[in-house]
């Protein structure tokens, strides 16, 4: 396989293990469009509400941005080949949705991260927070999220591009930097080295945001108003980052570490579950916990309806 433009790679996860095609394809399109509506609905309803211009929830709005990306990487793709006989990816293609599944890992890490620490300044240094999480630090962070995540994702995909393939089989239904990295004709230690430095960066993030809410724990149970503070606003963060968190990392190291005997339909599943359930559940949970955010998309809503009759 000495040119790569005309590299076709059959997608194994789906074409072994899926049937009744048409009962999945319908299921996922409406399951994608849920997800687009509702990351939507938080987006439009926090950048239209001047009142909800809070730093916690601009950063809500930016992790729905990046659950919509994350979606979207995956979910056309699978749309098409279910309704195709045979699940097969260009090189490009392949390449391209590595370096923006992986963009939408990394950011959502760091977002949550960004998030941590600022419920860790609202509830930890109150009288400080205005002035330390201001209108340009926030803007500054957002950059930061992005900009980092895009790095990391660019120098992944360069390290695959430099390797010469000799098999064109991935056992999943998405392409992945380490699925690819396996058909590599040539010593990869590079490209291993670098995804142990960025898996123990993000795990770094992790314990940092863990750390952070030790902390944020130890001062919300010394009043009412922080313990408030912290069910509305930590706890959904919490949930939130664990789900990803967990399903991602299990991902990882069944790529890296798991049985290939395994059912084909098992392991497609348990790949699926962090690119599925956090753009959806992110949301939902900061939708139905925050009380102010539910009632601005409940007068929105009922503002359309009147308008239209």
Partial sequence: MENSTKILFVLQGLNETISGKHTYFA??????LFTILVNLTLIVTIILEKTLHEPMLIFLCNLCVNGICGASTFYPKILVDLSSELSVTSYGAC?????VLYSYVFCEFTTLAVMAYDRYV???????????????????????????SICESVIVVALIARLPLCGYKIEKIYCTAWAVVKLSCVDTIINNVYGTILSAFHVAQVVTILISYVNIIKVSVRSPEDRSK???????????????TIAFLFDLMYARYGHTDRLHALRSIMSLEYLLIPPLLNPLIYGLRL???RRRIFRISTHKIHALK
């Fill in 230 to 244: 912290f069910m509305q606003t930590c706890l959904p963060h919490l949930i939130a980052l664990s789900t990803f």
């Fill in 95 to 99: 390449l391209a949705q590595i370096f």
């Fill in 27 to 32: 299921v996922t399109q409406l399951v994608y």
């Fill in 291 to 293: 009380n102010q955010v």
């Fill in 122 to 148: 609202a509830i930890c240094k109150p009288l400080n927070y205005h002035s330390i999480i201001t209108p340009q630090k926030i803007v500054k962070l957002l950059l930061f999220t992005w900009l980092l």
